[in-house]
Nanobody
């Protein structure tokens, strides 16, 4: 079974940094597309960052220049480095991995809560 285990969420002050991790088993990250999504109460789940198997990255305009998606092939882990965080970044963050460009066709992690507050 494919498992995506997320960690690194928590409370951070505005302007602070946080790094989310998604450790994968049963699937090779370097052979798949990867993405981080987030969902806040009352809002739809939205794409935060995506890294394709070909190395192409995409970021939501709201996080561009602040967040970075990357992977460690040896650890089979995908990361989301969050810098200069804002209260609007508060949400449950989910990792998504699979061969398809359509996220709903891929595997999802369980989600990790990120709260940006002073």
């Amino acid at each position: 079974q494919v498992q995506l285990v997320e960690s690194g969420g928590g409370l951070v002050q505005p302007g602070g940094s946080l790094r989310l991790s998604c450790a994968a088993s049963g699937i090779i990250l370097s052979s798949n597309n990867m993405g981080w999504y987030r969902q806040a109460p009352g809002k739809q789940r939205e794409l935060v960052a995506r890294l394709t198997s070909g190395g192409t990255t995409n970021y939501a305009d709201s996080v561009k220049g602040r967040f970075t998606i990357s992977r460690d092939n040896d650890k089979n882990t995908v990361y989301l480095q969050m810098n200069r965080t804002k209260p609007e970044d508060t949400a449950v963050y989910y990792c998504n991995v699979g061969p398809y460009s359509v996220s709903r066709l891929n595997y999802w992690g369980q989600g990790t809560q990120v709260t940006v507050s002073s």
